[in-house]
């Protein structure tokens, strides 16, 4: 059996749009042969994994609270890879970026005012965006490899993070565990809606996703990042600088990441700990290709990538599955998604029978 | 047995799994393919080693699951990039991500459990030796499988045919087909061997540096295994002397510990991560000299015309 590409004359449309659902069925298909492989019943097992989250309400708003920090990070990183920088530390941006947030509320945790909350908002994204800084410097001036880099700082925010909570900002009245003091009341970001723990960190995404895609489709901007991703030469000839693009785009997925670390920290945890993201920022990565880099697909994906978080826990609780599933899940997704990627640009053709090709090669 | 001696023994210990899954992606990127998967691979192999030697007794049989299970799980990233085309960076973090998560449903069972040691082999003659003898000629055989893959592929990359037509196939893919070369089974060779030799660096964490397996115990050293081939501008000597100086770096925390000095541990484990941005930045500002040695065609996908 041979596989061939030929390519298409034009990108397909239909595949562009349909390529990421192959993908979710794939997955889909491809877990349920996980789970009978695991001796589980892979209809119930589907079942709690991927509907059972979306039956009640508060499971509802812990979807959103998930998403919200995936979404915001995918939308920043789809401006980056459209751009052809390969920013993957997002997680250490995020990190980084709630470090920064949360000087306001436990260190200066005397000064009470309506001020800290935005104040705090904002220097979770100066922290964040300063951090992706360094790679993005590197890469721009000293032709430094951004993805070993930008990797690199992930283990060192982590470092950076756990030595803060057990060290200088341990909550002095905190019988000793490594975490800072909760954050008081006018440091917390809002619940949305009354019924449940949603916080405007899911509006953040949602307004961010909405920005980039209106930046990327109507701006001259927009048009920079596409050209020069696909052809730094070209974009050279247009006039555009791919230096001040290095930093326009890391700059701008750190200030992404690091929002969504201080609107995780200060919606949901309300204090830092040594671990604050179960790899956001990671996972983050295949949200955007499962969103096609499009800032609206990626509201989509990101809600997807949420429940597989989600499903994990249900499916531990329900049938006893480990919830490493769900890491599993999100790597199988974007093994999918990648390789159906491949149908926009190409057509794919099976050769079953070994003769066709061995004739030619005999006739030389 | 002094402490100088100790010290060193140590550094060789985390300095090989660095080599061997440097030495796999040079290979590899050495034939064009950028495979970011390393610390997938790794790991894959770290659990496949641990659980094969669990259930067989027998740390030899978990090498060879090491080195197979990396090899195997290398061809998953090849039939994406290679015949589907699927672009490099992202199918390697596929591939680191989805190993994470396979190796961790794999070890869930292995987990606390204690592990049997690889036991080292003593040279005769050679180990008594006086200072090498002991640090050099009675090791594990993975130690001595790492150095002889290091011989075994400078000689077949610079001495042998097959290994100019891997080179000609990483510097210009388009005129290596035109020559009749057959580039994408020479890519899938490379991208299999890069695999096995991330598996066997694997096999190397669960079964001597620490025999237990643990989640996530490759800890980034197949992203700084990525780095080593950058330093080494892909030669496998120099290859070997940054691998050691790595193992050196990230093994000086232990020992930083045990004298007591004063640094927060967070630190001291920090530092082989900024080491390696460090290296990088002195060897890559130099444009010229990166373009130089870098394979040409390196992450740049190929479909063959008819």
């Avoid at chain 1, 003091?181 to 970001?189: C, G, K, P, Q």
């Avoid at chain 2, 066997?200 to 079964?207: E, T, V």
């Avoid at chain 2, 530092?271 to 002195?282: D, E, Q």
Wanted: with cysteine; net charge positive; hydrophobic share 55%.
């Amino acid at each position: 059996m041979r596989i061939e590409l030929e390519k298409r004359p034009k990108i397909s449309t239909l595949f562009s749009i349909l390529s990421p659902f192959i993908a979710l069925i794939l997955t889909i298909i491809a877990g349920a042969i996980m789970f009978m492989l695991l001796g589980k019943n892979p209809l119930d097992a589907l079942y709690s994994f991927f509907v059972e989250p979306l039956l009640e309400v508060w499971s509802l708003h812990e979807l959103a609270i998930k998403a919200a920090p995936l979404i915001l990070i995918a939308v920043g990183l789809s401006v980056c890879y459209r751009s052809n920088n390969w920013n993957i530390g997002a997680e250490g941006q995020f990190i980084m970026g709630a470090i920064a947030g949360s000087i306001l509320p436990v260190v200066f945790y005397e000064w009470h005012s309506p001020l800290v909350l935005p104040l705090m908002l904002l220097m979770g994204m100066l922290g964040g965006a300063l951090y992706a800084g360094i790679p993005a410097f590197l890469k721009a001036h000293l032709n430094t490899n951004e993805i070993l880099t930008s990797l690199m700082l992930v283990y060192v925010a982590q470092l950076f993070l756990d030595w803060l909570v057990r060290g200088p900002w341990r909550n002095p009245d905190g019988m000793n565990f490594p975490e800072t003091r909760t954050f008081a009341a006018e440091a917390i970001l809002p619940e949305l809606l009354s019924s449940g723990r949603t916080h405007w960190g899911f509006v953040f995404a949602i307004l961010a996703a909405i920005l980039v895609w209106f930046m990327m489709r109507y701006t001259l901007k927009g048009l920079e990042i596409s050209v020069l991703g696909q052809s730094e030469r070209a974009g050279r000839f247009a006039g555009f600088s791919s230096r001040k693009m290095i930093w326009f785009s890391m700059m701008l997925s750190g200030a992404c990441a690091g929002l969504a670390g201080i609107a995780e920290v200060s919606g949901a945890i309300q204090q830092l700990r040594p671990v604050i993201s179960p790899g956001y920022g990671f996972t983050a990565i295949i949200v955007a290709f499962l969103g096609r880099l499009n800032p609206l697909g990626i509201i989509a994906a990101g809600l997807v990538l949420a429940l597989t978080y989600l499903g994990g826990e249900a499916a531990q609780l329900s049938i006893g599955v480990s919830e490493k599933v769900t890491r599993v899940f999100q790597g199988l997704l974007l093994f999918f998604v990648l390789s159906c990627d491949t149908l926009i640009h190409y057509k794919i053709r099976v050769i079953w029978s070994k003769l066709g090709g061995t004739a030619v090669d005999g006739g030389h | 047995m002094s402490i100088v001696e100790a010290i060193l023994l140590t550094i060789i210990t985390a300095s090989t799994p660095l080599v061997l899954a440097a030495l796999g992606e040079l290979v590899t990127e050495r034939s064009g393919v950028l495979n970011l998967g390393v610390e997938g691979m790794m790991i894959m192999g770290a659990v496949c080693a641990f659980a094969a030697t669990q259930m067989s007794g027998s740390p030899y049989i978990g090498i060879l699951a090491g080195i197979a299970s990396g090899a195997l799980f290398s061809l998953l990233f090849g039939f994406l990039t290679l015949t589907l085309v699927a672009n490099q960076v992202a199918t390697g973090l596929a591939l680191t991500i989805l190993g994470l998560g396979v190796s961790g449903m794999i070890g869930e069972g292995f987990v606390g459990m204690s592990g049997i040691k690889l036991q080292p082999i003593a040279i005769p003659l050679l180990s008594d030796l006086p200072y090498i003898g002991s640090l050099l000629f009675r090791q594990d055989i993975i130690f001595y499988l790492s150095i002889a893959l290091v011989v075994g592929v400078n000689w077949f990359l610079f001495k042998s045919r097959a290994g100019l037509r891997l080179r000609s196939v990483g510097d210009s893919h388009a005129s290596a087909h035109a020559l009749g070369i057959n580039v994408i089974r020479t890519r899938y060779l490379a991208v299999m061997f890069g695999g096995a030799c991330a598996g066997l660096a694997g096999a190397q964490l669960s079964l001597v540096y620490t025999p237990q397996w643990v989640e996530n115990m490759s800890a980034g050293r197949g992203w700084i295994a990525l780095a080593l081939v950058v330093f080494a501008s892909w030669r496998p000597w120099r290859l070997v002397a940054g691998g050691y100086l790595f193992g050196a770096v990230s093994i000086s925390q232990l020992h930083a510990q045990a004298f007591g000095i004063g640094i927060p541990s967070q630190v001291l484990s920090a530092l082989p991560y900024l080491a390696t941005v460090v290296v990088l930045i002195l060897i890559s500002h130099n444009r010229r000299t990166t373009l130089i040695n870098t394979p040409a065609s390196l992450g740049k996908p190929f479909v063959p015309d008819r």
